[in-house]
């Protein structure tokens, strides 16, 4: 049992790693600033709402602490592209903030939310862990500079740390009440749910791309299977395991063609759809190498199927 602080646990990928956190018998805080994240995502006893930039409040709550697993950071790509600032002092701010008062606790485990955005447009696909940072939107470059200043960190202040770079989180785990709320949502497959509700089509960005069916393949991956990857990194830095850096995916990829057809048959129900322009900045492919991550931490996805994500954030988008 470790005591563990979660930064951004009011939000989609932290709420539900939190649960599995404390599944496992962890002692967990949630620190989370609620811009983003929902109250109603966390037991009130564990929550405390607090900014990142706030180093003092930070220290204080990470006296005693074991390792921290950290999420809190804004998300979403075209905002980026709009508003860089706003993301280089949230993202890179904020987590140097929390590296400051981890380093005058002597906190020195880390969980650290990445991104496939680190990677930009890839030369070679699947991605292999080792491919080289080119990010194309400020969102992505915020991942990658706190990757860089882990890898000194490491060095000058014995802070090991693991780094886990999403591909397409997904899914929802009904069971807890927790799954995907952002607003405003971006994101496929609420989207193609939120089609059907309303009967307003879903653009379908870009059907002119190099694949089999014109549109773009993502990596689909499981909530839960990608929050059982932050308690097998945390298991390897709490028995004195060494820094990395991994991708989390499954190394299959299924086009928004393919996504959308699988939750017409799981629903039962037409998705109105047009094709639209493709959205600026999106690559045509973007599928996981995972091989290291496998093998360094035992990890496996289990729930990251189509249909098992599919039926799970429908579970949730009805509940
Ligand atoms: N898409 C549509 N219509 C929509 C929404 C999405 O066609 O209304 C398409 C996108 O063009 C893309 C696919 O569905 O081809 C998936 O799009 P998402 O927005 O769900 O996810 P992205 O792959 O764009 O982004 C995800 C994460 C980002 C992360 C990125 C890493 O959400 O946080 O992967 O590459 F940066």
Request: with cysteine; charged share 20%; aromatic share 8%.
């Amino acid at each position: 049992m470790a005591k563990i602080l979660v930064t951004g646990g009011a939000g989609y990928i932290g709420s539900i790693t939190a649960t599995h956190l404390v599944a496992r018998g962890h002692e967990v805080t949630v620190a989370d600033d609620l811009s983003r994240g929902h109250r109603h995502n966390v037991p009130p006893e564990r929550l405390r709402v607090v900014r990142l930039q706030d180093t003092a409040e930070l220290a204080t709550l990470l006296s005693g602490v074991d390792a921290v697993v950290h999420f809190a950071a804004y998300i979403a790509v075209g905002e980026s592209a709009r508003e860089p600032e706003l993301y280089f002092s949230n993202n890179v701010g904020g987590t140097l903030s929390l590296f400051t008062a981890m380093a005058k606790n002597g906190v020195r485990r880390l969980v650290f939310s990445s991104t496939a955005a680190v990677y930009g447009n890839p030369q070679t696909i699947p991605i292999p862990d080792d491919a080289p940072f080119d990010p194309v939107s400020p969102y992505g470059e915020t991942k990658a500079a706190i990757e860089r200043m882990l890898r000194q960190l490491d060095q000058f202040r014995g802070l090991r740390s693991i780094a886990l770079r999403y591909f397409n989180a997904c899914g929802a785990e009904p069971w807890a009440g927790l799954g995907e709320e952002h607003e405003p949502e971006t994101h496929l497959i609420p989207l193609l749910f939120r089609a059907i509700k309303t009967g307003e089509p879903i653009k379908i960005f870009g059907d002119d791309y190099p694949t089999p069916d014109g549109t773009c393949i993502r990596d689909y991956i499981h909530v839960s299977d990608l929050a059982e990857a932050h308690v097998a990194a945390l298991d390897h830095l709490m028995s004195g395991g060494c820094s990395g850096a991994f991708n989390v995916g499954t190394g299959s990829g299924h086009s928004v063609l393919a996504v959308m057809h699988a939750v017409e048959r799981i629903t039962g129900k037409k998705v109105p759809f047009t094709i639209a322009p493709r959205r600026e900045g999106d690559a045509a492919e973007l599928v996981a190498d995972s091989t290291r991550l496998r093998a360094a931490l035992q990890w496996e996805p289990r729930r990251s199927d189509l249909v098992t994500i599919i039926r799970d954030a429908w579970d949730f988008f009805n509940r």
